[in-house]
């Protein structure tokens, strides 16, 4: 079956460029679950990987650190076609072709199944971006951090993962102090949840 996808490709002189492409199913790896991609955020890193060398390891590969979507077909037994699924890091965009596809093939270790109360729309909004701003949550947590110990300072604020840790933390019950270097942000930080704004410039090292 044919789909489109961005691809990305290296000239000789080590050039990366990124076009809109009709692929077919052969393109896709031999065996895994076939996935309908919904949805792909665009990450930071999705931006670094069309700007250098660091993250594409091989060309050409559709770049998308991650996707949502349904299954389509699975060789794996713990997933059947209609699964809401999603993927983030693994080899995507690296090794392995990533998420700015209409399908995808990988091995089912990499997709978790969604919830019924998350789309594949939500999943990406919160994305991998967000996933890594509850790995941060969790790890905070895990070393003994807890509302009661007084504020929680968030650097990056008005970035990917620093808005979600905003949100995160707020609705966990901590006073959320926010550092940005956008002072325009202030508002859009404070209905993220946090309680006060200050200039990334303070704390800024001379
Ligand atoms: N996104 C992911 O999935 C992911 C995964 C693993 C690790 N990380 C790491 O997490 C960090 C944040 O990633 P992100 O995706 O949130 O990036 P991002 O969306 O680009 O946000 C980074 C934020 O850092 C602040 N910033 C920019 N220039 C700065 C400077 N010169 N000094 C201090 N702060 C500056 C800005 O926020 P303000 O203007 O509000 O200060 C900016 O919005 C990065 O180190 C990234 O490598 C991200």
Redesign the pocket.
Same mark, same amino acid.
């Not at 550092?179 to 956008?182: D, F, H, L, R, V």
């Given at each position: 079956m044919s789909f489109r996808a961005i691809l990305a490709t290296r000239s000789d002189d080590g050039a990366i460029s990124a076009s809109l492409q009709t692929l077919d199913d052969t393109a896709l790896s031999d065996s895994g679950v076939t996935v309908a991609v919904d949805w792909s955020t665009l990450?930071?890193?999705d931006a670094v990987a069309l700007a250098g060398p660091q993250i594409i390891q091989t060309f050409p590969l559709v770049p998308g650190i991650d996707f949502a979507g349904s299954v389509v077909s699975s060789d794996d037994a713990r997933f059947s076609p209609g699964d809401n699924v999603v993927a983030t890091g693994w080899g995507l965009s690296q090794t392995h072709h990533g998420g700015y596809a209409q399908r995808a093939r990988v091995p089912g270790d990499w997709l978790v199944k969604l919830p019924t109360n998350i789309n594949t729309r939500d999943a990406m909004a919160i994305g /991998? =971006?967000g996933?890594?701003a509850m790995l941060s949550v969790l790890a905070l947590e895990h070393g003994g951090v807890s509302p009661n110990r007084g504020d929680i300072l968030v /650097? #990056? =604020? @008005?970035? #990917?993962? #620093?808005s979600i840790a905003i949100t995160l933390l707020a609705e966990l019950g901590y006073r959320v102090v926010a @550092? /940005? #270097?956008?002072p325009d942000?202030a508002d859009y930080l404070r209905k993220l949840g946090a309680s006060e704004i200050l200039d990334?410039a303070l704390l @800024?090292a001379e």
């Open positions: 990450n930071y890193k /991998t =971006a996933f890594t /650097t #990056g =604020a @008005s970035g #990917g993962v #620093g @550092s /940005t #270097g956008k942000e990334r @800024s």
